[in-house]
């Protein structure tokens, strides 16, 4: 009886299941240890730069009070003191500047939403009794440059929010009957301009209420 | 593999095998954050950090490193010099950071890293990775300076943020602008083919002058 030649099976030189996976994960737990050294080294610079940016913008858009104080939104109430074991960051916050006898004198409120390109997001201050603009300043905006990266630039446009009247109204530019709650949009950006006021309606709509029970209730 | 010398694996990255110029390779940064001088350099020295990076510990661990799962570990080798690069240009210069957005991030998926990874350091000592990765990297940043450098100067009338021609300069903000990249990429690779076919023509010329010389001898 003949036999067929059996075949030769070809060496495996694949590697193991085993190393395979001890390969992928020292290589994470290595990848994770590096990260976490890096982290804790750059974290403390990166949130000193995001604070001193934060500072600067309250500062400018509440034109320079002595001080100010954070305030947070805890169920539908402004507090300036966080409850016991709570995270600054899960909270909404508004800012809120003092003078140098500790009177308040306006509040800043953060908004964003869609401009043209991307999220415009802005931070204004007012003061509560009035509804009259302190200041505004864009804080972060992917509008395209040269024409609506003017609403960070321009400073005929810019000027308007230190003296115009809360909600706004966008009007084309000189065709404005004088009314304090007009703003005069810039040629060549007016779906950005449009923008910047709808977010600050959108924000003074949804905060003033909040501001004006806080600024009244004498929590602070 | 073809051997080279260390002088060959340095320098062919940085010119006759630029990434973006001739292998045309990373062309999304090129295009996407070249719009000034100073972004394309904090690209060009991330990506030159990642890089370097990379093949340095792909080319120690090649041996350690299965041939099945070696792909899934380069790119966690690069993702993590990604993300340590991520890190140190938000806490050193958080204005360029916040300018570059998700292009650092999408450094992991830069093709021109992963593919000096295959096809250079997985196969070489770490000396001749590196040097390879130096001038690659080097030619990336290169390339990039070269579309920067002109975007900023029509699309700003300046250069790393220094005014060049004074108040009555109208800007060409197209330059700034995507359809500006996709310009100045082309009028840059025009010029490269235009340069290398000129060389190549005036070194056919030189042959033919030569062989006829000899033959008249």
Redesign the interface.
């Known amino acids: 009886m003949s036999h067929a030649p059996t075949d030769t099976v070809p060496a495996d030189d694949?590697?193991s299941s085993f190393?395979?996976i001890a390969?992928?994960a020292i290589?994470?737990m290595l990848?994770g240890l590096?990260?976490v050294v890096?982290?804790e080294?750059?974290?403390p610079?990166?949130l000193a730069?995001r604070e001193k940016m934060m500072r600067e913008a309250v500062g400018l858009v509440l034109q320079e009070p002595a001080s100010f104080a954070t305030l947070y939104l805890v169920d539908g109430t402004l507090l300036s003191d966080l409850p016991e074991g709570a995270n600054a960051k899960d909270f909404e916050r508004v800012f809120v500047g003092y003078d140098a006898h500790n009177n308040p004198v306006g509040f800043a409120v953060m908004h964003n939403r869609a401009g043209f390109q991307d999220q415009v997001k802005v931070i204004f201050g007012y003061h509560p009794e009035t509804g009259g603009l302190m200041g505004m300043k864009v804080l972060?905006s992917?509008e395209?440059?040269?024409?609506g990266d003017a609403i960070e630039k321009n400073k005929e446009f810019l000027s308007q929010f230190s003296t115009a009247l809360l909600p706004l109204t966008g009007v084309k530019k000189g065709a404005g009957k004088g009314d304090l709650h007009e703003i005069d949009m810039i040629t060549g950006a007016t779906i950005s301009s449009r923008a910047v006021i709808r977010i600050m309606n959108e924000a003074f709509e949804r905060w003033d209420p909040l501001i004006q029970a806080y600024d009244h209730g004498g929590s602070h | 593999m073809r051997e080279t010398t260390a002088k060959q694996d340095l320098f062919r990255g940085i010119w006759k095998e630029n990434p973006v110029l001739i292998q045309m390779l990373g062309l999304c940064p090129a295009l996407a954050v070249t719009?000034s001088v100073e972004n394309a350099l904090a690209m060009g020295v991330a990506t030159f950090f990642v890089l370097c990076g990379s093949s340095l510990f792909v080319s120690l661990l090649k041996r350690?490193?299965?041939?099945?799962?070696r792909i899934?570990?380069y790119i966690?080798?690069i993702?993590?010099f990604v993300?340590?690069a991520d890190?140190?240009l938000?806490?050193?210069v958080?204005v360029v950071h916040?300018k570059l957005?998700a292009f650092i991030a999408l450094i992991v998926v830069n093709c021109m890293i992963l593919g000096r990874q295959e096809a250079f350091a997985s196969k070489r000592p770490v000396g001749r990775a590196l040097l390879d990765a130096v001038g690659s990297g080097a030619g990336f940043m290169i390339a990039l300076l070269m579309m920067g450098g002109v975007r900023e100067i029509l699309?700003m009338g300046s250069f790393l943020n220094i005014p060049l021609f004074g108040d009555n300069y109208e800007?060409w903000?197209v330059m700034?602008?995507p359809p500006g990249g996709f310009l100045t990429l082309g009028f840059w690779l025009l010029g490269m083919n235009w340069w290398t076919e000129r060389k190549k023509h005036k070194q056919k010329e030189l042959a033919a002058e030569e062989s006829g010389e000899r033959r008249a001898a």
């Open positions: 694949s590697a190393s395979i390969t992928l290589a994470g990848a590096l990260l890096v982290y080294a750059t974290q610079r990166i730069y972060e992917k395209t440059p040269g024409l | 719009n350690f490193i299965p041939g099945e799962v899934s570990t966690m080798i993702a993590t993300t340590v890190m140190g938000e806490a050193s958080p916040k957005g699309g800007p903000v700034i602008l």
